[in-house]
């Protein structure tokens, strides 16, 4: 489960959807990015994406996602 992603979007007021559209992907996608079923490594592409919109910087998400495991 990423619930540094899950704070991070609700930090920003977003919804699931809203934050899929900005990412350019289904809502139904992302909801598997954040539980952790799809993605399990981060890409470098989606991990810029969600650093540029959620404010966040690289080595954040790298944090997190090394936390998280």
């Known amino acids: ?3 540094w992603l899950q704070k ?3 930090n920003k007021s977003l919804t699931q ?3 899929a ?3 350019g992907i289904s809502e139904s996608y992302l ?3 954040e539980s952790g ?3 399990k490594k981060l890409d470098l592409a989606m991990a810029s994406k ?4 959620l404010g966040l910087n690289i ?3 790298v944090k997190y996602e090394n936390q998280s495991k």
């Open 50 to 53: 969600l650093a540029s919109i």
């Open 8 to 10: 991070a979007r609700l």
């Open 21 to 23: 559209e900005k990412l």
């Open 17 to 19: 959807q809203q934050l």
């Open 1 to 3: 489960m990423r619930d």
């Open 31 to 33: 909801a598997y990015i």
């Open 59 to 61: 080595q954040q998400i």
């Open 37 to 39: 079923a799809r993605q």
